[in-house]
């Protein structure tokens, strides 16, 4: 009867035995080590041992190593093409933003960092909103509000000071004591700063949000029309909601519709989101006749996950707004860009998206697209090149220096598996963090994001050393099961941890994409830097022998079903959904090559 050995040290001790008498017909000697997956032939003559290389008498020193230098310098030429790529900036045929050409019109919303309106004692500083307003004067003629609480009750008279027109929002919801102190307040504003609100929305999107019914939104808009004299009244809404509502028409002064076309129901794709917005206000030109149209509120995001085909980028965002304000130019029509400032509070509401819809970030408050200044994805480009070139040097380092104190070599199909987990990680780790840093969200989503980040980071240098040593990737047994049967060694410990930690977080993130995905971002870039190296292992040195644990089985399982769904559910045009269920499959299938030994005392 076998006794299980828990730790490396005989293990490393029997090899170098071995290698040392050089003897042709030793007895066979079977050691189980890390689950008994790592076997020592007592026929140490052979060139190959279980995939594994001995070292010839006559054969170089070095020579081993120009397989792994070679896929190295490989490695590396394929992280800073892809890096180069990445980089490349996009000229456009006009700047989004021009100081010479100034905007017509701009939504303003004033809060910055943790300030949120869904607080209702938050009560934003006339400095801070004259700072603003100070830095829109010199991009815009005009801006949007939607509300007179939490201090914006203070914009008019800092808007005339700036020398700022306004487009004058008043809220309504399903609160009528709250829709009266609006109104009150509002009136009296309206009146005492005719040369700043050229005009009144009153109700935003309140007939999309399903909190009032079109015959009590025009009995406000005519109460609101009867106080404020000549200025002209409106409401505005996403624009299928006016050809929902056409009572509407009759209480408002003109139209103001919001065309989004990334948050239609069809997404629409960037390069074509202009066309779509001039579509779209033509059909309601032509349903509407006899009044303007202003489009209350049109752009792109800069950042979050994408739907369909529409990708939220910097590059994408300076197109569509660059496009649409050219058209618009062209065209003759008025439009009202969303908006401002990034705001930090949407992400609650609608996911990390609904925070970067800005021309100007939120802290620091600097403009996105400067004009002249090329337009890039990713404004550390280099460093993330040069990070990724340096990991991909760890990760063979790692394996190098593991391979040293080795008598035995791996076969080549392990340094191609470490050369794919180097490159991947190279690849993606710039890209990694920067969606760590844009989509992590209070504590427990930077605990979240940055415990699959340090996974990931982990996964190849870990990955690299078992495959040089022969090590098989733990099962679950190993780290909880029971005592006789967990493998204390530092490597298994450290790949179990960083397994469970990826695992638990693609289980997670799939099941949420299954039941509530709309505002879900695709984790593919850190999934994937974790799940190649760990499926590499799980291949190449998977168990000979032992049961396959249901729990693996069951995850499995669960990660392969649920990417199926999500590819389906996304659409085959989103290419991030695509890439993070290729992650889940991949960890599936890593799963599902676990293998647990039963022990005896």
């Keep these: 009867m076998r006794r299980r050995l828990p730790h490396d040290d005989f293990h490393q001790m029997a090899e170098i035995q071995c290698f040392v008498q050089r003897t042709q017909h ?44 070679l896929l190295l310098v490989v490695s590396l030429a394929v992280i800073a093409g892809v890096w180069r790529w990445l980089a490349t900036p996009v000229t456009l045929a ?32 006339a400095r801070q909103i004259a700072e603003d307003l100070a830095q829109l004067a010199k991009i815009t003629r005009c801006i949007r509000t939607y509300s007179v609480d939490n201090g914006l009750d203070q914009v008019p008279a800092l808007a005339r000071e700036a020398g700022l027109k306004m487009i004058f929002g008043i809220w309504l919801s399903s ?8 109104i009150d307040t ?51 809404d996403v624009w299928e909601f006016w050809l929902r509502h056409r009572e509407i028409y009759d209480a408002v002064d003109f139209l103001t519709i919001h065309i989004l076309p990334y948050w239609e129901d069809f997404p629409i794709r960037a390069r074509f989101a202009a066309m779509h917005v001039d579509s779209i206000r033509k059909r309601i030109a032509a349903a509407f006749p006899g009044k303007d149209i202003l489009i209350g509120e049109t752009g792109w995001p800069s950042a979050g996950r994408m739907r369909d085909d529409s990708l939220p980028s910097r590059t994408n965002q300076a197109r569509v707004v660059s496009e649409i304000l050219d058209l618009a130019r062209r065209e003759n029509f008025r439009v009202n860009l969303i908006e401002a400032y990034d705001q930090p509070w949407k992400r609650r509401l609608e996911g990390t998206v609904g925070g970067y819809w800005g021309l100007i970030g939120n802290d620091p408050r600097t403009l996105k697209y400067p004009a002249g200044e090329p337009i890039s994805d990713f404004l ?31 076969h080549w199909s392990a340094w191609i598996a470490i050369a794919l987990s180097a490159t991947c990680g190279g690849a993606l780790l710039g890209i990694a963090v920067d969606k760590m840093l844009v989509e992590s969200l209070g504590t427990g989503g930077w605990l979240q994001w940055g415990a699959l980040l340090a996974a990931a980071s982990l996964a190849p240098v870990l990955a690299s050393i078992a495959q040089v040593t022969g090590r098989p990737l733990p099962a679950f047994q190993d780290l909880i099961g029971p005592k006789h049967l967990r493998d204390r060694s530092a490597l298994a410990v450290l790949l179990g941890v960083t397994l469970a930690i ?18 879900r971002d695709f984790p593919f870039a850190a999934l994937t830097m974790a799940a190649v190296p760990l499926l590499g292992l799980a ?12 729990s693996e089985m069951v995850i499995a399982g669960l990660l392969v079903l649920s990417s199926g769904y999500i590819a389906i559910n996304e659409g085959f045009a989103n290419w991030q959904s695509l890439w993070t269920c290729a992650a889940y499959v991949a960890l599936g299938l890593t799963m599902w090559q676990a293998r647990a030994v039963r022990g005896q005392e």
Excluded at 108 to 122: D, G, H, I, K
Excluded at 505 to 514: D, K, N, R, Y
């Design 186 to 236: 509002a009136v009296p504003l309206i009146k005492d700063f005719p040369d700043v609100i050229e005009s009144v929305v009153v109700g935003n999107e309140v007939l999309l949000r399903g909190e009032m019914t079109a015959s009590e939104l025009v009995a406000n808009l005519r109460t609101v029309k009867t106080q404020v004299g000549r200025v002209p009244v409106t409401y505005a």
């Design 380 to 410: 550390h480009a280099k460093a993330a090149m040069i990070a990724g070139l340096i990991y991909s040097v760890v990760v063979f380092g790692a394996a190098l220096l593991t391979q040293r104190r080795r008598p035995w070599k791996p």
């Design 539 to 550: 291949l190449l040195n998977r168990r000979p022998q032992g049961e396959r644990p249901a």
């Design 26 to 69: 030793a007895a066979a000697v079977c050691l189980r080590c890390d689950g008994g997956a790592d076997r020592i032939s007592g026929r140490l003559g052979t060139r190959w041992l279980n995939g594994y290389r001995r070292s010839d008498e006559g054969e170089g020193a070095l020579t081993w190593l120009r397989l792994p230098l």
């Design 502 to 519: 990826t695992i638990l977080i693609a289980v997670q993130s799939a099941l949420g994409f299954v039941f509530d995905p709309r505002y």
């Design 94 to 125: 006009s700047a989004p933003i021009d100081p010479a050409a100034k905007l017509d019109c701009v939504s303003y919303a004033p809060f910055r960092n943790q300030q949120s309106p869904l607080e209702s004692t938050v009560r934003v500083s």
């Design 175 to 182: 609160d009528r004591l709250k829709n009266r102190i609006q």
